[in-house]
């Protein structure tokens, strides 16, 4: 009797670890985000490169949180972004799906052009976002996750501040639609970078 409660107490402790050190590390991300914002450079990109950048760091955990993932991409011509930025955009709403999900579910990444705006829709089949909470989602530190929200994992109140922030530096938008106990669909509407692709040259030389 004695082994078994000592292994539930061993196993709910590390469990704790675990939680806030993904707490700690989405913190970290985030402010990184804001302190990076000078060493970005804007360059011509297609968005669902960056896109399966972000998946690629993160695929195997959620293959083991027994979620399914669907991509849509849709052709896409060049957006002008800062790739590291955008990718701390695309791993923040992939998070959020994940914790919304933690008995499993489908995440869908969908990509399209609508006139002179690309899309990108991230969806979950997770437990939504009550309406009384959707005007504060991106308000800095207001979260829904954490044991009294049904998720197990606390949030830091800031990755979707972060999103709008990044999004609204680069000339675009972010809105969320959520029905409880179906599921949330975050959208992205970034601006079509038109003409020929050019790519980010070196930066310039000082000379003393």
């Not at 972004?81 to 955008?86: D, F, I, W």
């Amino acid at each position: 009797m004695k082994n078994n409660r000592d292994e539930r107490v061993l196993t709910k402790g590390i469990d704790i670890i675990l939680n806030s050190s993904e707490r700690a590390r989405d913190l970290t991300r985030s402010l990184l985000t804001f302190s990076r914002a000078s060493e970005d450079r804007f360059e011509a990109a297609d968005l669902n490169e960056i896109l399966s950048d972000a998946i690629l760091l993160v695929e195997q955990q959620i293959a083991k949180e027994g979620i399914r993932l669907i991509r849509n991409p849709g052709r896409l011509p060049h957006a002008w972004v800062e790739r590291g930025r955008l990718i701390e955009v695309f791993l923040n709403l992939i998070s959020n799906a994940r914790h919304a999900m933690p008995d499993g579910g489908t995440l869908s990444l969908t990509s399209r052009e609508e006139g002179n705006r690309l899309v990108i829709e991230v969806s979950d089949t997770g437990m939504g976002i009550p309406s009384s909470n959707l005007g504060r989602l991106f308000d800095p530190f207001f979260t829904t996750k954490g044991p009294l929200n049904g998720t197990r994992t606390p949030g830091t109140g800031l990755g979707l501040f972060t999103v709008y922030n990044v999004i609204q530096a680069h000339g675009g938008q972010v809105s969320v639609e959520s029905t409880q106990d179906q599921g949330t669909t975050v959208r992205i509407h970034l601006p079509v970078r038109r003409g020929p692709v050019v790519t980010a040259g070196p930066a310039p030389v000082r000379r003393a």
